[in-house]
């Protein structure tokens, strides 16, 4: 039996599908950032501004959101060459919230959405490669 | 046995174990200032208005994640360690900010791949990854601070 063994077409393959699954994963970990902090419960001190009362969350939550101007800001580069996604929150508040500050404890959201999301985005590449090595 | 890395990391600085390690956490924290006779390394929030300015607060968990077998424990915890100090003019003997960043190295020395720094009770530390250190969120303008990030994968003893 022979076997013909393409490294440069395997390569490109394997290369191919993980800048795919990189693409899905990095959507399924702003997914899950944008859900922890809009969607599950907070406990903080309840206050109202402009008239509308606003839950705030309590120290260890992901931050709440209040304008939206924090989760507005975001955005995702991409880096083909390297197969690196990165997810950006380009505000001060944003840093504030993931490291707190000496006296403001912190509210986590961006490494818990990875830590939370990193079995499917590893499945997520994982599924890409294969798909693209299963191709004719 | 405890998941709260809080204690260990505080040790690690104060009551370092690894006699590889001993001399980088004595110089780190003989840079910092003292808190009842103790030097500043807090793992709580508020830190006393007494402190002083040159501070190393050890955060609660960013996050914890597995990566457990069927019959394994395998937590990875990322904590961040921050450096606070007092930032004048540059160059003023008040400014803190180059002990500030260098702190921030050293920090990041004594834990990146330095599996033996942290020993918590019932766990065994796989590996250590520190990231930074980068610029911390301050509270004002008066202060300057970095933050080393680490990431601590863990095996629980059987």
Do not use: C
Not at chain 1, 17 to 46: D, F, N, P, S
């Amino acid at each position: 039996m022979a076997v013909d063994w393409n490294a440069p077409e395997i390569v490109a393959k394997v290369r191919r599908g993980a800048l795919k699954g990189v693409m899905t994963g990095i959507g399924i970990v702003e997914a899950r950032a944008v859900y922890l902090i809009t969607q599950t419960t907070k406990t903080g001190r309840t206050y109202r501004r402009r008239g509308k009362k606003h839950q705030s969350s309590a120290p260890g939550e992901p931050f709440a959101s209040d304008t939206g101007d924090t989760l507005n800001r975001r955005n995702i580069t991409l880096d083909a060459a390297r197969i690196r996604a990165t997810l950006n929150f380009h505000s001060q508040n944003a840093a504030r919230m993931e490291h707190g500050t000496r006296k403001m404890r912190p509210r986590p959201f961006a490494r818990r959405a990875l830590a939370e999301t990193s079995t499917q985005v590893q499945d997520a590449v994982l599924g890409e490669i294969i798909g693209e090595l299963s191709k004719k | 046995m405890s998941l709260d890395l809080g204690p260990p990391l505080r040790a690690a600085f104060l009551d370092q174990q690894d006699p590889a390690l001993q001399a980088l956490a004595a110089a780190i924290i003989g840079e910092l200032d003292q808190y009842q006779g103790q030097p500043a390394v807090f793992a709580f929030r508020p830190v006393p208005e007494d402190a002083g300015d040159l501070i190393i607060l050890i955060n609660p968990d960013s996050s914890i994640g597995n990566a457990d077998a069927l019959r394994s424990r395998r937590p990875i915890v990322t904590r961040d360690i921050a450096i606070y100090g007092r930032k004048g003019t540059p160059g003023d003997v008040s400014d803190q900010s180059p002990v500030v960043e260098a702190l921030g190295y050293q920090v990041r020395d004594l834990f990146h791949l330095q599996k033996f720094a942290v020993q918590p009770a019932g766990y065994s530390v796989i590996d250590i990854v520190a990231t930074g250190p980068v610029p911390a969120p301050v509270d004002d303008d008066g202060e300057v601070g970095r933050v080393v990030s680490l990431t601590i994968r863990l095996r629980r003893n059987p």
